[in-house]
């Protein structure tokens, strides 16, 4: 069974209320230990190994959990100097990820393969 939101789907939206709400603590507190942790464990051991280097979905993993080390750790290297570049970098990051769900979807059912 396919869930519709993984760890670092969370993570995206935990970065949209840190960059919204830098005051708030619990959003950093998560982001510094799950959501860092998951990310460079992702970019460090990747599932896509059975795939081409190139797949989409290779890509996708890549690229966004690229993005969410690099606003965690711009966060916590930036502090609070940085907000107005946090807030874009969370808002890229919600777009991009929607973008390539989207996108996606539209190749896996063009695809033509049936749920299980």
Same mark, same amino acid.
């Given at each position: 069974?396919? $869930?519709?939101?993984? #760890? ?32 460079? &464990? ?16 290779? &890509?996708?993993?890549?690229? @966004?959990?690229? @993005?969410?080390?690099? $606003?965690?750790?711009? +966060? $916590? ?13 969370? #808002? ?6 929607? *973008? @390539?769900?989207?996108? $996606?979807?539209? *190749?896996?059912? +063009?695809?033509? !393969? !049936?749920? +299980?």
């Amino acid at each position: 069974k396919e $869930y519709p939101l993984h #760890v670092c789907s969370f993570a995206e939206y935990t970065i949209l209320i840190d960059a919204l709400w830098p005051d708030i603590r619990l959003p950093r507190q998560l982001l510094a230990f799950p959501f860092l942790s998951s990310s460079v &464990i992702a970019l460090l051991v990747p599932t896509v190994t059975a795939y081409p280097p190139l797949n989409f979905y290779a &890509i996708h993993q890549f690229v @966004m959990h690229g @993005m969410i080390t690099a $606003y965690i750790v711009a +966060r $916590y290297a930036g502090g609070n100097g940085g907000l107005p570049y946090l807030l874009g970098l969370a #808002v890229l990051i919600i777009i991009v990820f929607h *973008l @390539m769900y989207a996108l $996606y979807a539209a *190749l896996d059912k +063009r695809s033509g !393969k !049936k749920k +299980r």
